[in-house]
């Protein structure tokens, strides 16, 4: 069963082939190029990147590809212009040609990403780290579709205060992968940054504090200061989200005993966010998985189309297609 997964939920146009759990083709058109004089997405030049390339993406995907059985979209969450020329795409092409359409969460595919390519021979139940440039959260799943969300952003999501501090310290965009380079070299703890909900229950993450914190203490800066202090304030910065992030993690751990943890999205591309997740499996003697393969960190088809064949599998196919639409702020 060859499923065509889609999205267009922010700044990448992707479409994948999948079947049986395996890619057989996985194109993403980055408009990274596009977004970045701007310091970050832009919705309407991001619908119009979409719209000029869905076709030729669209081509170049089922090349060779034989028929294609089931069509899998991203209905949200993600930017309204944006997801709306996806869905569209996928309901022409199902219509017209006959297929089978599934909708499917962008979350959810980040979550499953490490199960694609793999044997699915993980012990249960298995806790997430998901953390993009859109949402972080701490997800538990019982089984494949079976989830509960144990915590959230209540304000900025970790890579958007990653991006954010690239641009105070006058950095490209996206900010994270730069700051990791960077952070190598520099000195963590350099600039003191707060450790953000520490005194309180549960395990939600805020970023907003930390941000501000960071914006204060260099709004005095001449651009020179901050250039001689580049690597020290990336490494200081990216400790500080670490630290944050691991540390409600860990709290989630000990109230809910999980046998395995995975680290996804974008974020989780990151080495050193993925040496501290080594360490905290290590610490409680975990399983720790990342998708195979960094591509798959980052927004991607294969994803949407490997949760599209696992709903398709369970009967959970749209059934007026016509009737479909996006949902900008889809939760879990
Ligand atoms: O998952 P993703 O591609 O898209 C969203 O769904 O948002 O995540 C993009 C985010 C950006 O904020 C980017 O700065 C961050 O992930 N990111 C990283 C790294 N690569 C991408 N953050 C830290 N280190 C990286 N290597
Ligand atoms: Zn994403």
Redesign the pocket.
């Known amino acids: 069963m060859k499923v065509l997964g889609i999205d267009t939920?922010?700044d990448e146009t992707s479409m994948a082939v999948v079947e049986n759990g395996k890619i057989l083709r996985n194109i993403v058109a980055s408009q990274v190029s596009l977004h970045k004089n701007w310091g970050g997405v832009v919705p309407d030049l991001a619908k119009r990147a979409h719209e000029k390339n869905i076709d030729k993406v669209y081509q170049k995907t089922i090349l060779g590809m034989g028929e294609i059985e089931v069509v899998a979209v991203t209905i949200g969450p993600g930017l309204a212009p944006a997801l709306r020329v996806g869905v569209e795409f996928a309901k022409k092409l199902a219509w017209e040609t006959n297929k089978k359409l599934v909708a499917v969460n962008?979350i959810e595919g980040?979550l499953l990403s490490p199960f694609i390519n793999r044997k699915n021979d993980f012990s249960w139940p298995i806790m997430v780290l998901s953390v993009?440039?859109?949402?972080t959260q701490i997800v538990l799943m019982e089984a494949i579709g079976k989830y509960k969300v144990l915590g959230v952003t209540l304000d900025d999501?970790a890579?958007?205060a990653?991006?954010k501090a690239a641009r105070v310290i006058g950095l490209g965009y996206?900010?994270?992968?730069i700051?990791?380079k960077l952070a190598k070299n520099g000195q963590v703890g350099f600039l003191k940054l707060p450790l953000p909900l520490k005194n309180m229950v549960g395990y939600d993450f805020s970023f907003s504090g930390l941000k501000t914190s960071f914006y204060y203490q260099l709004k005095d800066w001449q651009e020179a200061k901050k250039m001689e202090n580049k690597e020290n304030l990336s490494a200081s910065f990216q400790e500080a989200v670490g630290a944050h992030l691991f540390y409600q993690l860990e709290k989630a751990i000990r109230d809910y005993q999980p046998a395995t943890l995975f680290g996804v999205?974008?974020?989780m591309?990151?080495n050193y966010?993925r040496q501290k997740m080594r360490a905290l499996a290590l610490k409680y003697q975990l399983q720790v998985f990342f998708p195979i393969s960094k591509k798959l960190?980052?927004?991607n088809a294969a994803m949407i189309a490997y949760v599209g064949e696992e709903k398709w599998k369970r009967g959970e196919e749209v059934r007026e297609i016509e009737r479909l639409d996006f949902v900008a702020r889809l939760s879990l």
């Open positions: 939920s922010c962008h980040h993009s440039g859109k949402h999501a890579g958007e990653l991006d996206p900010g994270g992968p700051l990791e999205g974008g974020v591309s990151n966010m960190n980052t927004d």
